[in-house]
């Protein structure tokens, strides 16, 4: 049987392709860097040896000293993307293989690859929005949780110098 279809759509086809492959071994490697520093620094940062956040006495605080420096939210504003494109991309390719790509199949693709991206848009907003609701608790902390506030385990934004 003779291919049809002209040469540079099949070009384009395989660019997308290798340009999603490069994507997702780019995010897995910042994954690893990120998940390093992540697992560093939550259950490991000055915990004086103990994993943070067992007893709760300073955990809440040091989860928003981090949220009220910018060079964390850009953290995790990447580490967020990062796990979902990832984590979708391979969910997208899982799909890929065990659905066949015939012409009866393509509109279950297509609603797969819809789907797929509605909810890693989804979460991604999620995500964001949890970001910027954590500024807004750290501004008026006593509205989250009054003993944490009166142990001092959760800074005032005063402190902080917003």
């Not at 099949?10 to 290798?18: A, G, S, T």
């Not at 799909?95 to 509605?118: D, H, P, S, T």
């Not at 991604?124 to 944490?148: D, E, R, T």
Request: glycine share 10%; with cysteine; hydrophobic share 50%.
């Amino acid at each position: 049987m003779k291919n049809t279809k002209p040469a540079h759509k099949k070009d384009h086809k395989i660019k997308n392709r290798m340009a999603g492959w490069f994507l997702e071994r780019a995010s897995a490697l910042v994954l690893v860097l990120l998940l390093a520093v992540h697992f560093i620094v939550i259950h490991f940062h000055g915990s004086g040896g103990k994993i943070a956040g067992i007893n709760g006495d300073f955990f809440h605080g040091a989860v928003f000293l981090r949220l009220s420096r910018p060079g964390w939210w850009a953290f995790y504003i990447i580490f967020l993307s990062a796990v979902i494109y990832h984590g979708f991309y391979g969910l997208w390719g899982i799909a890929v293989e065990y659905v066949k790509r015939e012409r009866k199949k393509q509109k279950l693709l297509g609603a797969i690859r819809a789907g797929l991206f509605a909810v890693s848009l989804l979460l991604w907003v999620l995500g964001i929005f949890i970001l910027v609701n954590s500024q807004l608790i750290l501004a008026n902390p006593p509205a989250l949780c009054y003993k944490c506030h009166a142990r001092g385990s959760i800074p005032s934004s005063r402190a902080l110098r917003l």
